[in-house]
């Protein structure tokens, strides 16, 4: 996609300036942008077509979550936005569980939380594909990391890291968060 399209930026301009890893339906684009499943879908292959690995965030807002119907609607994200791709495509696919109920309100899905959503979602992966795919996907938890978190979040099974937001616009909060892994 070329030409000036004023508020976005192209693939070929992020690579341009050696960008090669790209959020798609982060929670904000999703609200404020009324980015649906299918649009994603589309982006998802508009970076796999351009060797750029998407980062595909997926999760549920607080009323989902108090209804405890995340499984499901984490469920219907996936399989709209990421099902339709081969085990090859989906393999170069980055996934990030953001629980949207825990982004920049200082709440925080527990640790257990995070490694079930997870877990939920690495299942759900073999069941459409395969455990030996499953076991090539990343799957990262962004929601309100912090230092006094991230150690008990990141050490969970099915959490192979993290996404983190607000935190990381502080550089002595995002060193902390680095140094409690340690």
């Not at 073999?126 to 962004?142: F, P, R």
Request: charged share 20%; with cysteine; glycine share 8%.
């Amino acid at each position: 996609m070329n030409g000036a399209y004023t508020g976005e930026t192209s693939i070929e301009m992020l690579q341009s300036v050696g960008v090669n890893h790209i959020i798609i339906g982060h929670s904000e684009r999703r609200e404020y942008f009324n980015e649906s499943n299918e649009i994603l879908a589309a982006k998802v292959d508009l970076c796999l077509a351009n060797n750029a690995t998407p980062i595909f965030c997926c999760g549920e807002p607080l009323s989902v979550r108090e209804a405890n119907e995340q499984d499901a609607f984490v469920a219907k994200q996936l399989k709209e936005s990421l099902f339709h791709l081969s085990a090859e495509q989906i393999v170069k696919v980055v996934i990030a569980y953001e629980p949207i109920w825990a982004i920049g309100t200082g709440k925080t899905a527990t640790s257990q939380q995070a490694q079930d959503i997870q877990a939920f979602i690495r299942n759900e992966i073999a069941k459409q594909y395969s455990n030996d795919v499953t076991n090539e996907i990343s799957i990262l938890y962004g929601g309100s990391v912090k230092a006094a978190n991230a150690k008990e979040i990141f050490g969970m099974p099915d959490v192979d890291g993290g996404l983190v937001g607000g935190a990381s616009l502080v550089a002595t909060e995002f060193n902390a968060i680095i140094n409690s892994l340690s």
